[in-house]
């Protein structure tokens, strides 16, 4: 590496290392707070980078932020491959997987049309139902990287997380009672609860808390919905693509860096070489890079902004939360 270079890098780090420190605390406190309270860690950082909003003002912090909620969610993202393997697809069998796949398309595509029926762009739609339908505030965050820029994209993002947090809770809580009262079996309420529950670490609370056999059919059936992220994100990245870029940007690639990353990583995964520790540490790293970002995104976003959505996306998240629980309760019921 010449001089000139390391001294230019060196310089950017600089500018960048104070935006990332602030973010990195805020996932810090978010994290201490999930693990003693419960609630979804993601929920936490949003909330409390919200309340530090104003250092996104700041010139010594600004930078950091910016590169914070953009590049090190994509990381983040690509290292959510570590999570899966191809065996652990194969083991389900055909059934479930056609289920995963059927309901997260059909929950996306009526998503997108309702969200034009309320007045939204489908882009929105494709966001929020995403989210519901693959693994929550992780896709939230990984769809909208790839989405087209927009004024009121980062506004749709965060609104969707805290959709999507505070209806995960709430699934995680009343869905083994909604599995009870059907009667499924161990295997069945995994495949429910998988297959609805939007983030991973609220199907696993679920899932253990019915049986260990739940709890592991629930696990692999959820990150089954999280192999879901890659067309998702193809797509968007085509949406993007059709859009074109604005003046004086590249066209944007067809399939994101991040997307190749999260392929290579899952292939390298389903070799059955990783040592678990690697395996582990992949994960650990993908959720701390993805609640450092959240915890930017949120100081970036100014409350009063949220508050002025009104109850239309509400109503929306809530809808495609019951239409994916009604249609794997129907599946389970009369086809698997």
């Not at 910016?66 to 652990?88: D, H, K, N, S």
């Not at 059927?102 to 989210?131: D, E, H, K, Y």
């Not at 998702?232 to 067809?254: E, F, Q």
């Amino acid at each position: 590496m010449s001089a000139t270079a390391f001294t230019a890098l060196n310089s950017r780090g600089r500018e960048l290392l104070p935006g990332f420190i602030v973010s990195l605390i805020v996932a810090a406190a978010a994290t201490f707070l999930s693990e003693h309270y419960g609630a979804p860690v993601m929920l936490f950082a949003l909330l409390l980078g919200m309340a530090l909003n104003f250092l996104s003002g700041d010139s010594k912090c600004k930078p950091g932020i910016e590169f914070t909620a953009r590049e090190v969610l994509r990381i983040g993202v690509a290292l959510l491959g570590m999570r899966i393997t191809l065996g652990q697809i194969a083991a389900l069998g055909w059934e479930p997987v056609a289920l995963i796949i059927v309901s997260v398309a059909a929950t996306i595509l009526l998503s997108m049309l309702v969200a034009r029926l309320m007045g939204f762009q489908s882009l929105f739609g494709l966001l929020s139902g995403g989210a519901t339908a693959i693994c929550g505030a992780s896709a939230a965050m990984a769809i909208s990287a790839a989405l087209p820029g927009h004024p009121g994209k980062e506004k749709a993002t965060l609104f969707t997380v805290i959709g999507v947090s505070a209806l995960s809770t709430l699934a995680m809580i009343s869905y083994p009672m909604i599995a009870n009262f059907f009667g499924l079996s161990a295997s069945e309420a995994g495949i429910f609860l998988g297959a609805t529950i939007h983030d991973v670490a609220q199907v696993v609370g679920a899932g253990y808390s019915m049986s260990p056999e739940t709890g592991d059919t629930a696990t692999v059936v959820k990150l089954l919905r999280v192999a879901m992220l890659l067309p998702v994100i193809l797509c968007a990245a085509m949406i993007t693509r059709m859009r074109g870029a604005a003046a004086g940007d590249k066209r944007p690639p067809l399939l994101p860096w991040f997307a190749v990353g999260f392929i290579v990583l899952a292939s390298i995964n389903s070799t059955g070489l990783v040592p678990a520790l690697v395996q582990t540490t992949g994960n650990e790293l993908s959720r701390w890079f993805l609640v450092i970002a959240i915890s930017a995104l949120g100081m970036k976003t100014q409350l009063k902004e949220l508050a002025a959505v009104g109850i239309k996306p509400i109503l929306l998240m809530f809808g495609e939360t019951l239409f994916l629980m009604l249609l794997v309760l129907a599946a389970l019921r009369w086809w698997l």
